[in-house]
């Protein structure tokens, strides 16, 4: 006897990129009856291939395989932010597209998003575009101040950039970066930085997550608690910061937003991402709903999960030089391992993470 129900949901979710964003969203996906079918240069061996149902190997601009990829699936998302533009427009001419081409464009380069942010009346650093050394010793002498150089593009985790001060060689420092297309920020004193994290479904519909308190080293972040301890006000103005950004760019999917919370207690856009973080990993073990679940229900048509947290977590990256913690992370009662199943443990190479309820 059956119950007559039929479910709305999506047979097939397609994931653009094989990193460990991935391999958490097919986990996800999975406990949901979904299969997913991941499509990467090492889509074969990579760390969410070693857990999806299905898995294709081709680059990002065989237009071919693409077409094959998302003629196999009902929905498409990507797992990181520098999948081209191009190839989610290639799938969006055959089923749902996360985040979107547009999402992407905007997120692919530090002056696409720090102006969209501006133009939503979002207070951002002062920033310079650079192309060239005079263009950034014209803007240094206008900043008179300490700054940090990056990419416009590709950069993470502290790679593709550098502080400099006035005092500096700057021919030296743009030459560093070995790229014409280069930001400068203005370096902010903050007194710290917060994570906002949306759900955006087809029909512009959103819900948020809990807001994370971060904490960074060398550039990478090292821990995050949530809820973060701030004001209700100062949260809510992060969700209508990141709410704002997610309709500008008619996002499906998420869409995270790191902000800098300054001395008087006022926030400024640092950079976004339409993609599940790294700071609400968390939300595994922490929320009704994980940022991945929550992911692949907007993505098979099943409607947003509670977001409601149970007590207050926080999340510690494991990076390569990490690994000897391993065993003593497994015997603790408290720590909720993640390893992401990469082969090469190296300095700095995010391996895994362990979340804990704090208070227990």
């Known amino acids: 006897m059956t119950s007559g129900i039929t479910f709305p949901h999506t047979a097939c979710i397609g994931i653009l990129g094989g990193g460990q964003l991935g391999r958490m969203l097919a986990i996800a996906a999975a406990q949901l009856g979904l ?22 190997t081709a680059d990002y601009d065989d237009v071919t ?30 089923c749902l597209a996360s985040p979107g081409a547009a999402a992407l464009r905007a997120a692919q380069h530090r002056i696409a998003e720090k102006s969209l942010a501006a133009e939503l009346g979002i207070a951002t650093p002062r920033f310079w575009h650079i192309r060239n050394d005079e263009d950034l010793a014209s803007a240094m002498q206008m900043l008179d101040g300490p700054a940090i150089l990056k990419t416009c593009r590709l950069g993470y985790d502290g790679k593709g950039q550098r502080r400099i001060t006035p005092g500096d060689d700057l021919a030296a420092a743009f030459t560093e970066l070995a790229s014409d297309d280069v930001i400068l920020e203005e370096m902010i004193a903050f007194d710290s930085e917060i994570s906002a994290l949306l759900a955006r479904d087809a029909n512009g519909a959103m819900c948020h997550f809990p807001v994370t308190l971060n904490n960074h080293r060398n550039g990478i972040l090292a821990t995050s608690v949530a809820p973060a301890p701030v004001s209700a006000s100062l949260a809510e103005a992060a969700q209508t910061a990141a709410a704002a950004l997610a309709g500008a760019v008619d996002l499906v999917g998420l869409l995270a937003v790191e902000f800098f919370v ?39 048509g099943m409607g947003f999960g509670a977001t409601t947290s149970y007590g207050s977590w926080q999340m510690e990256n494991l990076l390569g030089q990490d690994m000897a913690r391993v065993p003593s992370l497994l015997a603790s009662a408290g720590a909720h391992l993640h390893l992401y199943g990469k082969p090469e443990a190296r300095t700095d190479r995010k391996m895994g993470h362990v979340t804990s309820r704090l208070g227990d």
């Open 35 to 56: 299969q997913t079918h991941v499509f990467a240069p090492d889509a074969a061996t990579s760390p969410a291939g070693q857990v999806a149902t299905l898995a294709t």
């Open 65 to 94: 395989a693409l077409r094959h990829f998302a003629a196999s699936v009902d929905a498409v998302t990507s797992e990181f932010e520098n999948v081209p533009a191009a190839t989610m427009e290639v799938i969006g001419a055959s």
């Open 262 to 300: 300054d001395a008087d207690g006022g926030l400024l856009f640092n950079e976004m991402a339409p993609r599940p973080h790294n700071s609400f990993h968390w939300t595994i073990e922490g929320c009704a709903t994980s940022q991945f679940t929550q992911l692949a229900r907007v993505l098979a």
